[in-house]
Each structure stands twice: as C-alpha cells, then as structure tokens.
C-alpha cells in the first residue's frame, strides 16, 4: 500500500500561481496529478514515470510543471498563469509500474490515489 498525502490547495485570482505537493509513503514508480470539477469525470492533468517519461493535458502545457524530489517520494505541480477553469479538485496518483497512457495518464494507469486538495480560480 501507498499513503499519499496532497497539500497547497488554495484560492488564487486568476493569473496567479499555485504550487501543489504530494508525499508518498515509499516509492513508486509512476505518479501523476489528476483534477475533477463538479459534474465531470476525473481526468489526468500531469504524469511521470520512472523512466523519465512526462506528459500533459494540451490545456495545461506550458502553464504547469510536474517535477519531484530527488528521493522520488514527493510529487509537484506549478500551476503557473490559472485560469478558472483549472478549478477543480486536484488529486495525486501512483502506481508501483512505470508508463501510463498518453497524454497524462487514465485512472485504470494508478492503483493509490489521495484525497484531493481543492484549487479555485477566481476573475
């Protein structure tokens, strides 16, 4: 089993800038950040794995980093210039098998899952 504990939710006007963080209770071998707004599905935002293999939601490219500690145990994302559709619950992922499905992963991709921390972009 794997505890994964997300942190740095917030509110933010829009244009500004979050950084969210993941601690994971060992290592794995992939990770990924998820998001679901209300009414919609959970879907990936961001992945990577242990063979350097990164991917993004088109929506988010070049507005958001995934990137981790060097022990591999903590997972980020800068979300940079927000938009309010980036509202959303955003929730972290991992599995214990590197690669996930382009472009940032699928549910079925990630067996550990957190709770989610809210994200709220506001004009």
């Known amino acids: 089993q794997v505890r994964l504990v997300e942190s740095g939710g917030g509110s933010v006007q829009v244009g500004g800038s979050l950084r969210l963080s993941c601690t994971a209770s060992?290592?794995?071998?992939?990770m990924a950040w998820f998001r679901q707004a209300p009414g919609t599905e959970r879907s990936g935002v961001a992945a990577?794995?242990?063979?350097?293999?990164?991917g993004y939601v088109d929506s988010v490219k070049g507005r958001f980093t995934i990137s981790q500690a060097d022990d591999k145990r903590i997972l980020y994302l800068q979300m940079n210039r927000l938009k309010s559709e980036d509202t959303a619950i955003y929730f972290c992922?991992?599995?214990?098998?590197?690669?996930?499905?382009?472009?940032?992963?699928?549910?079925?991709?990630?067996?550990?899952w957190g709770r989610g921390t809210q994200v709220t972009v506001s004009s």
């Open positions: 992922a991992a599995d214990d098998e590197p690669d996930f499905h382009a472009p940032a992963g699928r549910r079925g991709d990630f067996e550990y």
């Open positions: 060992r290592l794995t071998h992939s």
């Open positions: 990577i794995d242990s063979t350097g293999k990164i």
